[in-house]
C-alpha cells in the first residue's frame, strides 16, 4: 500500500484480491470526464485506489500532460480493461498488450454482447476467462447477475466476480437486489457492483447486501459536481460496509418502543 493510502486500517477490513490489499472498497474508471484535472481531482477525493483504464480507447502517443496516465493520482494501481472487445480473441490480445505496455496483470474482462445495452457475452467471457488465468493474469470480469455464470467464472480461476446492478452508464442503481443476494451466497470470491450505480446510496445498498466493493464512472464523471459526488461515493462505500459489519436491527411489522414501559414514574 502506498503513503497516498497510508491510513491505518485493519487487515482484515481490507479488500483483498489474489493477495493484493486495498484499504479503499471503491474503484473508479477514468471515462466522460470534462478535462484530465477534473478526473484527477475526482480520483483523489473518491479515495479509490485502484482505477481502471480502456486500454482500447488509450492515446498510446500521447506524451506528458497529454496523456491520460499522467494524471493519475500517485500510487494508484492501474486495472486496464477490455471495454469495446466483442471477442473472447479480442479481451486476450487486449489484456496481451497491455502487460506489454508494462500495465498489469490485474485486469478487468469485459466481452460485450450487445452494443445496445452493453450486457455481456458470458460464453466469450468465460473462454477469455480461462485462457487469461492460465497465463498468470488476474482477471475480475464484468458480467451478468446470474450465479450460475458466476459460479463457473470462479472454477477457472477469476479473482472476483464483477455483476452489473443495472445497464452500464444507466444510473438506475441496483436493480437486481435478489438475484445479487444469491449470487453472494453462491461463490467465495469478492463480489464488485459493476454497472448501474447513479448515486450515493446506490453504493450504500451494494455494500450492505454484503459485496466486497464497486466499480462506477458515469455516476462520478456525469455529476454537476464530479469531484463532490466522488466524496459522496467514498463516504457511502464506508458506510455500507460499516452497516453490514455492523448487522441491521431485524425487521419488525409494528412497533417497538425505544424505551420499553418499565420502571415508569407513575
Not at 9 to 23: D, H, I, K
Not at 168 to 177: D, F, H
Request: contains cysteine; glycine residues 8%; hydrophobic residues 45%.
Amino acid at each position: 500500500m502506498s503513503e497516498r493510502f497510508a491510513e491505518a486500517v485493519p487487515e482484515a477490513e481490507m479488500l483483498t484480491l489474489a493477495g493484493r490489499s486495498f484499504r479503499s472498497r471503491l474503484l473508479v474508471g477514468t471515462g466522460k470526464y470534462p478535462d484530465f484535472p477534473t478526473m484527477r481531482q475526482a480520483i483523489e477525493a473518491s479515495g479509490a485506489e485502484i482505477v481502471t483504464v480502456a486500454v482500447r480507447r488509450l492515446d498510446l502517443k500521447a506524451t506528458g500532460d497529454r496523456s491520460l496516465l499522467h494524471w493519475l493520482p500517485q500510487g494508484s494501481t492501474l486495472l486496464p480493461n477490455t471495454a469495446g472487445c466483442q471477442t473472447a480473441d479480442e479481451a486476450i490480445r487486449t489484456c496481451r498488450l497491455a502487460r506489454e505496455l508494462g500495465m498489469s496483470d490485474l485486469v478487468k474482462l469485459e466481452v460485450i454482447g450487445d452494443p445496445r445495452t452493453l450486457f455481456p457475452d458470458t460464453a466469450e467471457l468465460l473462454a477469455a476467462a480461462k485462457t487469461l488465468v492460465k497465463e498468470g493474469f488476474v482477471v475480475l470480469p464484468y458480467t451478468t447477475d446470474d450465479p450460475v455464470v458466476a459460479k463457473r467464472l470462479e472454477d477457472v480461476g477469476c479473482a472476483a466476480i464483477m455483476p452489473l446492478g443495472a445497464p452500464i452508464g444507466s444510473g438506475l442503481g441496483l436493480q437486481n437486489r435478489v438475484n445479487l443476494e444469491i449470487l453472494l451466497e453462491t461463490v467465495k470470491v469478492p463480489v464488485l457492483v459493476d454497472a448501474g450505480v447513479g448515486t450515493a446510496s446506490d453504493c450504500a445498498v451494494a455494500m450492505e447486501l454484503g459485496c466486497a466493493g464497486v466499480l462506477l464512472n458515469s455516476a462520478i464523471a456525469g455529476a454537476r459536481e464530479p469531484v463532490r459526488m466522488a466524496r459522496a461515493m467514498r463516504l457511502a462505500v464506508e458506510a455500507g460496509r460499516d452497516a453490514f459489519l455492523a448487522g441491521r436491527m431485524p425487521r419488525r411489522l409494528h412497533a417497538s418502543a425505544s424505551s420499553p414501559p418499565v420502571g415508569l414514574v407513575a
